[in-house]
């Protein structure tokens, strides 16, 4: 029953830490612009307004109005609006005479990340062919080489760290509370594991103001950006990190020391283990969860997964590469092996407590940021969770085969070695999927149909579902499922579900020996409401309406 319970454990909990992901939270994303996209304005506007569906963070951004032969035309003062941390103005030369103009905007949203984009319009009548006319764009960040290793590295080496620890806290019946000095392997491998998060927190700042900034690692030496950067949230969390780090190497030395009596021995592994949760939680107040709507359940669901995790990979290690040496075992065989399946026992009695937080907090991530199965399959994020879900099975596979050993009461295995490798590669995916775009960003086409009361059944496709020119599409049948084709004109009516704007109107007027299709704006990203009026011959009409999410790619 215990290997079972072990084995169970340990395919679940893998399943959990690599389906599921950690710490992934839509990009903030432009909901409004004044003017917006493409709109003809009478008259010069005297200042520029961007509204984002998330906090923006108060360095880095700006906004640059440029006019048809490139020239700018705004005053460089972008400002964030006094109590409204979502908007984003600027003021621009006043009397600007007609034509058309483009905004260019850079901002760095909530969880750190930058974003830019381009919103034309036009000021008086056009004079220009409406070939011409350019569309608003979008872009996100997208994480670099950089940003993936020393992410991993924190994550590696806080899992090693936490995992030890809680082996020897709560594992490990002989050393109890860890309150014995641990053995010189075990002492190494925590001080990699803390050298491991020393380098990684310290080499995050810069790493931040890379990204913030938009600069080369070459370019920090010659660039002031430190000044702005101790501007933003991501400083004050890294200052606090960094008390925690040194704090940390304190209590770790203390508690290693041979004078140091067992009790007090215990206490500081205690207090070791709770500021490496106090680092996680940090963190977690600088990523997508601390941009979130719903910011306290988001970040305990962030803070609880990364832990979990950390926790039970580390402990993993701790079962691969420390137990089987452990210089305390008994020197008999059979109380060796006695001593082992106890310690495993235990291990699975924790797994079961991790895998219920894994299970938990990974469904609320996972179910809420992948919206289609359209956006699994065409969104980077998409494939690289895909691939994270090949490595699990190949972890599965594995733990299988220790489950088959435990039946016949053999040790641990190998095998338990080639599945924390494959447990450590994963993390690299972990931290790329914790900084790309989630599948939100691209839900996919739409193909949605309504069937009314009298019988009659209509279709809505808009593709690419995104900012930006978007084809629409209405099929109409009847209760017999044959084309209606009576229809003198439909119209579509989209009003926006996250912003107070102006209703839009798309009329597709109906030609014999077409469909109904017609190609339009959608100004920004989110939440849509469309409703559809179709007019027939006879004067009758059919009415409904559909609810989409756009994307911004």
């Not at 950089?146 to 030890?164: N, Q, T």
């Not at 940090?282 to 962030?302: D, P, Q, W």
């Not at 060796?336 to 991790?354: E, H, P």
């Not at 924390?420 to 086409?445: E, F, K, R």
Request: aromatic fraction near 10%; charge should be neutral.
């Amino acid at each position: 029953m215990i290997k079972k319970t072990f084995g169970l454990g340990l395919i679940l909990s893998f399943v959990c830490i690599f389906l599921f992901p950690s710490s992934i939270y839509a990009h903030a994303y432009l909901q409004q612009s004044t003017p917006s996209a493409n709109e003809i304005i009478v008259g010069s506007p005297s200042k520029i307004t961007l509204q984002f569906n998330e906090s923006i963070q108060p360095a880095f951004h700006s906004i640059q109005v440029t006019n048809s032969e490139g020239e700018r035309v705004d005053l460089d003062d972008s400002y964030i609006v006094d109590n409204q941390p979502k908007i984003l103005e600027g003021s621009v030369q006043p009397n600007l005479p007609d034509g058309q103009y483009i905004i260019g905007w850079k901002i760095i949203s909530g969880d750190g990340h930058p974003l830019e984009g381009n919103i034309p319009f036009q000021i008086g009548n056009s004079t220009s062919s409406s070939t011409n006319v350019p569309t608003a764009t979008s872009t996100g960040y997208y994480p670099g080489l950089d940003l993936i290793v020393i992410r991993w590295l924190l994550y590696l080496s806080m899992a090693f760290l936490m995992g030890i620890l809680s082996f020897y806290l709560f594992m490990y019946p002989s050393n109890a509370k860890a309150k014995h000095r641990l053995p010189k392997r075990s002492r190494m491998m925590l001080w990699i594991s803390y050298g491991g998060i020393v380098a990684s927190i310290f080499l995050s700042l810069p790493l931040q103001a890379t990204i913030e900034a938009r600069l080369q690692w070459s370019e920090l030496w010659t660039t002031p950006w430190i000044e702005q950067m101790m501007r933003t949230s991501f400083s004050t969390i890294w200052l606090i990190q960094l008390v925690m780090v040194v704090i940390l190497g304190g209590v770790i030395y203390i508690a290693n020391r041979a004078s140091t009596r067992s009790y007090s021995r215990g206490m500081y592994h205690f207090a070791a283990l709770l500021l490496g949760l106090g680092i996680l939680l940090s963190k977690s107040f600088i990523g997508h969860a601390a941009a979130s709507e719903l910011k306290v359940l988001s970040i305990s669901m962030n803070f609880l997964h990364l832990s979990a995790s950390c926790i039970w990979l580390g402990s993993l290690l701790a079962l691969a590469a420390i137990l089987p040496g452990e210089a305390s075992l008994p020197s008999s065989p059979e109380e060796r092996k006695r001593m082992i399946f106890r310690v495993i026992r235990t291990f699975s009695y924790w797994g079961t407590g991790l895998v219920t937080i894994l299970i938990l907090s990974g469904t609320y991530a996972s179910l809420k940021y992948v919206p289609t199965m359209y956006s699994l399959f065409n969104t980077i994020y998409g494939q690289v969770l895909l691939l994270k879900c090949g490595l699990v099975l190949i972890m599965l596979g594995f733990a299988a085969f220790n489950m088959l050993r435990g039946r016949h009461n053999k040790s641990i295995g190998r095998t338990v070695w080639f599945e924390l490798s494959v447990g450590v590669i994963t993390l690299v995916l972990a931290a790329l999927l914790s900084n790309l775009p989630t599948a939100m960003s691209s839900p996919g086409p739409v193909d949605l149909s309504n069937t009314l009361e009298t019988g009659e059944n209509i279709s809505l496709q808009v593709s690419p579902n995104t900012i930006g020119k978007n084809q629409f599409e209405i099929q109409v049948q009847d209760a017999n499922q044959k084309e209606v084709l009576n229809i003198q004109q439909i119209k579509l009516t989209l009003t926006s579900l996250d912003m107070d704007m102006n209703k839009y109107e798309i009329l597709i007027p109906y030609q014999p020996g077409s469909t109904f299709a017609a190609e339009d704006l959608i100004s920004m990203a989110g939440r849509w409401n469309i409703q559809v009026h179709i007019l027939t011959d006879s004067l009758d009409t059919l009415d409904t309406e559909f609810n989409i999410r756009v994307g911004t790619e």
